[in-house]
Each structure stands twice: as structure tokens, then as C-alpha cells.
């Protein structure tokens, strides 16, 4: 096979693998030394944010930031129950056909051994290598193994630790980012240090970053130099990056100027690494810019949304059972949300993507064994329906539609004229989100012509059904094969 070039000319040639196409549900572990203090997403940044409950938070439980910083915290991981094979073998009973854990995320510290980063879970804190564990558990039963990377926003997202209180009695005081010992760490990015202003005390207020990708051509070749690492090292099948191809400035950056020519060979990178070991590219780039020109080159992830019909072209949500990071104020979906919402996404030619959220020890927590062990239970009734599957010539019937406004992720209220269509060779599956009380299901979407040979129920069997002028009318039994969310597997 061919080797891409460095070009979107040549990456645009990108045709997705079999086995992202057929998985339809992956789980990730976005884990790392920010779960330590259990307090959600961003924990290093807002620990440096004077008025922030995470500021609150770290001053009185861990101290002044200037005095006990984010190193200290990475220090305290320890991941001292982190036990992958077991939790592997959990994610693969819940239905999970690929597997992605977080080689990194803002905070610049490393889940491998790095030669461009002494910051790395080998040598602080838990002593172990997070990635190539996750990779051993993940090879041994088979799933394609992917790694998450977020340091492409790291050095602009980071300046705040360059900062200091403005009130109080530590105001003035230079926070720990500021010590040149830990200057590689921490970055030398001054050049991006802002007035942020104090929030209300005790606010959860979600700060934006002043600039996503930084132009610092010093860190974008850094940048380059760790993603060329993680793939030589791991031979990821996936590989993600939190934006868009880095290290466009904006939205409005076109294909051709040169902020994209560092992402553009990492993902050469990655596909070329790829067609050595298998013949083949079998590897999938995610990143989050919406334009076809862009996304193009592999395959478009959207963070906790959706799309509201079928797209051609395979993509991917990612999404978590509760916050990003292990948190403990935070509530957790309910296994019924998620699967209603994997069933909504793999009908229009969508992936899911989840995060299920682990203690800084490295175990789960009795909720989340729950939720695993919930959908365990319904993936052993509807699979059939879902791993393998492409979308049906229409992905819906019904009332009802997911809301899809920014990352909100709202329980949807559906009702018994709501389905979900995805088909396989001559079956067409009709997942009832909310099977009528008076089990008899009603589909009006098939046409007069697509007649109807047989109709199961999965995890039942044969039930009656009747065909007149293209509408399917289904007696369902009293009793349902799961409480979730059931199946009909219709042939045609």
C-alpha cells in the first residue's frame, strides 16, 4: 500500500477501517494524577484560578499553591489498585470493542516512560507504565488499542500557574509554576500569561482558555516529537487529539497554511506506522474540527453531542458517565441514558466513545461496577443489533429527537412511535426506546415493497407480525427480554 504524505491531498485518501466501522462502542479511560484530589476535570488549571471551587478546594485541603503545587499532586498518585486485566475484562462484557486510554492530558504529565518528559508515570508517582499496561490488557483479548493525546493545548491552557492570588493573605505570592526547577514541567509560556479574573467564590464557573493551540514553535515541535514517540512505542489503532488538527489558531484556518503542517505529519505518522506493521492502514485519527476539508483525514469526534441525522462518513462521540476526571460531587448517567443514547448515535453511522471514571487508586467505585455490569446484561440480549451493524436508509421513526445544544446531555423522555434503525446483510433492527404498554409495536418506515419474511425479538424469539400497505404491526410478549431498551430484528 501506498504511504500518505504530510498533505491534506494525500490524508484525504483516508478510508476507515472494518473494525471502527463494526465496533460501534469503545471505552476509555480518561485517568490520571488529576483524579487524586477527586474534584473533577481541570484540576490543574483551576487550582491556579483564585475563586474557583477547585482553588477552594486544593487551598484548604492541600495548601497554598505556592507552597504545595499540581507536581506535589502528581506525587500523591500512586495507582496502587490499578489492576487492567480485570477491568478489561469488565469493558469487554459490557459490550466494548475497542479500547483507548489517556496518554496525556493538559497538566503535561505522561502516563509512559518519555525521553522528552521526566513528568511521566514511570518516575513520579505510581512507577508504573500506564499505557503499555493498558495495551498488554487490551491485546490479551483482543481489542484494538488506542491513546488519547491533550498536550496540544497544554501550554497556552497552563499559564495560569505562572499566576498569583489577587486578594487574600497569600496576594502577590508567585505560585509554584514560577520556580525554574520545574520550568520544563510547567512550561515557559509567560508569553501567555493574561489577567484572569477572580470568579465568585466557590464558582464552578468553566474557564475558557485564552488560546487553544499555541503558535510557540519550540512546544509544537516538542508536540511532534512526543506523538511520533507514543506510536513507535504503542502502534495505537487510534489515536485522538482534544481539538481540532493541531496547531490550526481558529475555525477559520484553511487547508494549506502551515499552523496544520505539524499535525498533518503526525497523522502520516500514524497511518505509515500503521501500513508497515500490517500491510494496511488499519489506525483511525480523531479530531473535533467539524469541517470535511479537515475532519476528512480520519474521523470526526464530537465531545459529549451528537449529529442530528445520518452521516456518510463513520464518526465518533465521546462521552463519560459523570464529570471527565473521578469527582465526587458529581452524578453519574444511568445505564438506561447510555444505552438509549449509543442507540440514537450507531443509527446515524456513530461510534460511542465512554469514559468510565476510575479512583486515583486505579479501581472503580460500586456505581460504576453497576453501570458495567448493566449494560453487560443488555449487550448480551441486543448486540446482534448493534457490533457489526451500518445505518438503515432512514436512522429514526417517531416523536421524539436527542436535543443536541453544546454538551448538555439531557435525558431524553421518548415514547412508543420512537425507533432507531440499523441494519446488517437483509435484517433491519428497530430499537424500541419506549416499547408500547400495550405490546403491540408499530413501525410505519418500510416500504410496500420491502416485504417482510420474519420478525424476532432478541433475546426472545419469533413473534407474530402482520404487513398491510408497507406497515409492520409486532405483538410483543408481556414480558420483555431487558429493561432497557429492546430490539426487533426484522428480515426482509
Known sequence: MKKFEANFDSLRNYECPAWFQDAKFGIWSHWGPQSVPMFGDWYARHMYVQGTS?????????????????????????????????????????????????????????????????????????????????????????????????????????????????????????????????????????????????????????????????????????????????????????????GGLPFASSGEDLPGHSLFEKGLEAVSYLYNTSIKKNGENRAVYNQKDRRQEIYSIGILDIEKSQLPGIRPEPWQTDTCIGNWFYDVRQEFKRPGQIIEMLVDIISKNGNVLLNILQRPDGSIDDETLYILKELASWFLVCSEGVHGTRPWRVFKEGDTSVVIDGFKEEQTEWNSSDYRFTTKGNTVFAFMLNAPENRVAVIKSLLPEEQVRSVRLLGFGDVEFAQNFGILTVKLPEQLPTKYTNCLAIEL
Open 54 to 242: 477547585q482553588y477552594n478546594y486544593h487551598l484548604r485541603h492541600y495548601g497554598h499553591p505556592s507552597e504545595f503545587g499540581y507536581k506535589d499532586i502528581c506525587a500523591l498518585w500512586k495507582a496502587e489498585k490499578f489492576d487492567p486485566d480485570y477491568l478489561m475484562d469488565l469493558y469487554v462484557k459490557a459490550g466494548a470493542k475497542y479500547f483507548v486510554g489517556q496518554a496525556m492530558h493538559h497538566d503535561n504529565f505522561f502516563n509512559f516512560p518519555s525521553r522528552y518528559n521526566q513528568f511521566n508515570s514511570t518516575k513520579v508517582g505510581p512507577g508504573k507504565d500506564i499505557c503499555g499496561l493498558w495495551k498488554k490488557a487490551a491485546d490479551k483479548v483482543g481489542l484494538p488499542f488506542g491513546l488519547t493525546e491533550h498536550l496540544g493545548a497544554s501550554f497556552s491552557w497552563w499559564h495560569v500557574n505562572k499566576g498569583s492570588d489577587k486578594y487574600g493573605p497569600y496576594a502577590g505570592i508567585p505560585y509554584d509554576g514560577n520556580d525554574p526547577s520545574y520550568r520544563d514541567f510547567y512550561h515557559d509560556n509567560q508569553e501567555h500569561i493574561s489577567d484572569t479574573k477572580p470568579v465568585k467564590s466557590g464558582s464552578d464557573l468553566w474557564l475558557p482558555c485564552d488560546i487553544w493551540y499555541t503558535q510557540n514553535p519550540k512546544f509544537q515541535e516538542y508536540w511532534l516529537n512526543v506523538m511520533k514517540e507514543m506510536i513507535d512505542l504503542y502502534q495505537p489503532d487510534l489515536l485522538y487529539s482534544d
